[in-house]
C-alpha cells in the first residue's frame, strides 16, 4: 500500500512553493489507490497557531487535495522521546554543550583552514565530571552519531545520489530548549505510519541521507524519495523573497482558479508542456514524477491569469449559477449574459462588474474629436429592449447618417456604448442592455 504524507508547518501561510509537495505527495499516492496524510508539523509551540492549521485545510480543500487522514506531532511528543532514549541507548545519540557562538567560531576556524565546517564531535571526549559541570552552566543540544560510511539512495527524480557521510555535521535532534526538530520528528513519523514515498524539495537532499541512516538505526523501512526542483522567480531570482505575495489564499482572493494553479504545478519543471485540466483528478490522471527534472525551475505568477480565463470559459451557467446571482443577473439573463462574458472575464470577480454595465449602463469611452458624432448616434437609437439585430440596424443607419464607416464607425461606438475598447461582439451586447447608452 501506498503511503505517503504533506508535513506543512502551521507557522504561516500555505505558498505555492508548498504546494509542490502537497501535490506530488497526493498524486503518488491517489494513482497508487493509496493513503495521504496530513501531517501538522506543530512541534515549535511557541510559533505554531491554530489559525494557521486551518488556513492549511482550508486551502488544500479549496485545490481539492483531500487528505485520508490528519495527524498532529504536537500530540505524537512521547514517541519522539521514546525513539530518543532508544538512540541514546544504542549510542547513536550524543548530548553536546557548545553554544551558538561557539560553534559559528569552530565553523570559520575550519573554513579558514580550508577545511569543510563539519561539526568536530568534541562532545564524545567529555567526561561524565566535564558534562556534569556544563550542564549546571548551560542548556545541551542533542546530536546524532552518523556512521561515517557512504550513503547511497535511487532518488526518483535526480537519479543515483551518493553522499559521503562524514563530509555532514552530526545532526542536531533536540535543541538546546528541548525543543524536538523536524529531523528526528519526520524520521520517527515516517517510519511508524509506514510511509513509502516521500516527494520534496531538493534542498532536503542532504537531510535525507541523514534521516536514511536515522531510520535504519530505529528500525523502520527507508521509504522511495524523490527531490522535486525549486522554483525561483520569472528572472531565475530567489523565490523566498516574494512568497509572502504567493500564498494561496492571497491567489484565491484574487480571483486565481484551482484548476489554474493545479494545472500550472503538475508540469512546472517538467517534461510534459502545461495543459489545462478541469479538476484535480484530470490533474492526476496526467501527472508523471518521471518527467521532472532537478535544475532550478522557473515560476511567474502572471502565467495563472490566462490559465484561469481560460479554465472560466470552458464552464456554462450552471457551473457559476452562485456567482451570476450574487452579482444580480436576472435568471432569465443568466445563460445570454454569461455566454457574451466568459471569453471576456479574467476571473469571477470580473462579472459584477459586466453585470453592472448591462443593468446601469457605462461611464461612455468617447475621444473629444468623436463627440458630436456619438451624440447624433444616440438620437438615432430606440429605447430598449433591443434584439441581436439591433447593432447592424443601428450601425447602418449611422452610416447613411454620418457617412463613417469602418473602424471609424465601429470602435466610437463599441467605445460610448460599453465603456472599453475591446470585448464580445457588439451583436451579443446590445440585447443585454437594460438602459438605452448616453453621453
Known amino acids: 500500500m501506498t503511503t505517503t504524507r504533506f508535513a506543512p508547518s502551521p507557522t504561516g501561510w500555505l505558498h505555492i512553493g508548498n504546494l509542490r509537495a502537497a501535490l ?24 505554531s497557531k491554530d489559525e494557521y492549521v486551518e488556513g492549511i485545510k482550508e486551502d488544500l480543500t479549496w485545490l481539492g487535495l483531500t487528505w485520508d487522514r490528519i495527524e498532529h506531532q504536537s500530540a505524537r511528543m512521547d514517541r519522539y522521546l521514546a525513539a530518543k532514549q532508544r538512540l541514546i541507548d544504542m549510542g547513536r545519540l550524543y548530548e553536546c554543550f557548545e553554544t551558538p557562538t561557539e560553534l559559528d567560531l569552530k ?6 583552514m580550508g577545511k ?27 546530536r546524532f552519531k552518523l556512521d561515517h560510511e557512504r550513503i547511497i539512495w ?14 555532514v555535521s552530526d545532526p542536531v535532534l533536540f535543541k538546546n530548549d ?33 534521516q536514511i541512516q536515522m531510520i535504519k538505526a ?31 489564499r492571497d491567489l484565491r482572493k484574487k480571483g486565481i482558479a484551482p484548476q489554474a494553479i493545479l494545472s500550472l504545478m503538475a508540469r512546472l519543471g517538467s517534461s510534459d ?31 495563472l491569469g490566462p490559465l484561469t480565463a481560460r479554465h472560466l470559459a470552458t464552464l456554462g451557467a450552471d457551473d457559476v449559477a452562485d456567482v451570476l446571482k450574487s452579482a444580480g443577473v436576472p435568471g432569465e439573463l443568466a445563460q445570454p449574459f454569461w455566454d457574451v462574458v466568459k471569453d471576456n472575464i479574467g476571473s469571477l470577480d470580473d462579472v459584477a ?8 449602463g457605462p461611464t461612455p469611452l468617447v475621444d473629444e474629436e468623436d463627440r458630436d458624432f456619438v451624440a447624433q448616434a444616440f438620437f438615432l437609437l430606440d429605447s430598449p429592449p433591443y434584439s441581436a439585430d439591433t447593432w447592424s440596424n443601428w450601425t447602418a443607419a449611422v452610416k447613411e447618417t454620418t457617412g463613417r464607416k469602418g473602424k471609424g464607425l465601429f470602435m466610437p461606438l463599441r467605445k460610448a456604448v460599453t465603456g472599453r475598447e475591446r470585448g464580445p461582439e457588439m451583436a451579443d451586447v446590445m440585447p443585454l442592455l437594460q438602459v438605452k447608452p448616453t453621453l
Open 353 to 360: 462588474g459586466w453585470w453592472a454595465l448591462f443593468r446601469d
Open 218 to 248: 530505529l528500525g523502520g523501512d527507508v521509504p522511495r524519495f524523490a527531490h522535486h526542483s525549486l522554483l525561483t522567480g520569472p528572472q531565475g531570482e530567489a523565490l523566498s523573497k516574494r512568497l509572502g505575495t504567493l500564498a494561496l
Open 116 to 142: 569543510p565546517p563539519v561539526y568536530d564531535r568534541a562532545a564524545l571526549a567529555l567526561s561524565e565530571g566535564e558534562k556534569d559541570r556544563l550542564r549546571a552552566e548551560r542548556g545541551s543540544h542533542w
Open 273 to 303: 508542456p502545461v495543459e489545462l485540466r478541469a479538476n484535480v483528478d484530470e490533474v492526476v490522471a496526467g501527472f508523471d514524477l518521471s518527467k521532472f527534472g532537478s535544475a532550478p525551475t522557473k515560476f511567474d505568477a502572471e502565467d
Open 154 to 167: 535511487q532518488d526518483g527524480i535526480i537519479g543515483e545520489i551518493s553522499i559521503d557521510a562524514a563530509s
Open 107 to 112: 565553523r570559520k576556524k575550519q573554513l579558514n
Open 24 to 47: 506530488f505527495n497526493y498524486a503518488v499516492a491517489r494513482q497508487n489507490g493509496g493513503t495521504f496524510i496530513l501531517r501538522i508539523d506543530d512541534t515549535d509551540a511557541e510559533r
Open 178 to 210: 528541548g525543543q524536538i526538530l523536524y529531523t528526528l520528528a519526520s524520521v520517527v513519523d515516517d517510519t511508524e505510519m509506514g510511509i513509502t514515498d516521500v516527494v520534496r524539495g531538493s534542498d532536503h537532499v542532504t537531510n535525507t541521507a541523514t
